[in-house]
Nanobody, 126 residues
């Protein structure tokens, strides 16, 4: 079973950029689609972005499309979320999650993610 650890969160100002990382240990990331989710204070967890395990397909929430980019380096067992033009409403704890999949080109449904990290805090000040 893969274990996930997020890093790279912090406090930035509106308009700044930040990259958060999701590193896997325990086994290779190959064969896992990975998603990023976030939970803002007082709100439900929401989907942010996902990437298939071959990186051939990516998918974004409308709220981050054009500002965030998900990518992965399977050799480093790491998935990244590059966040540009950050807004105060992007403030949240960001979680990565993984779903084993037999297809290189599959993006899981939200309830298919079975492994979760502990999260990293991203705070955007206005």
């Amino acid at each position: 079973q893969v274990q996930l650890v997020e890093s790279g969160g912090g406090l930035v100002q509106a308009g700044d950029s930040l990259r958060v990382s999701c590193s896997a240990s325990g086994r290779t990331f190959t064969g896992y689609a990975v998603g990023w989710f976030r939970r803002a204070p007082g709100k439900e967890r929401e989907f942010v972005a996902a990437i298939s395990w071959s990186a051939s397909i990516t998918y974004y929430a409308d709220s981050v499309k054009g500002r965030f980019t998900i990518s992965r380096d399977n050799a480093k067992n790491t998935v990244y979320l590059q966040m540009n033009s950050l807004r105060p409403e992007d403030t949240a704890v960001y979680y990565c999650a993984a779903s084993p999949t037999s297809s290189r080109h599959y993006i899981p449904f939200h309830n298919e993610y079975s492994v979760w990290g502990q999260g990293t805090q991203v705070t955007v000040s206005s």
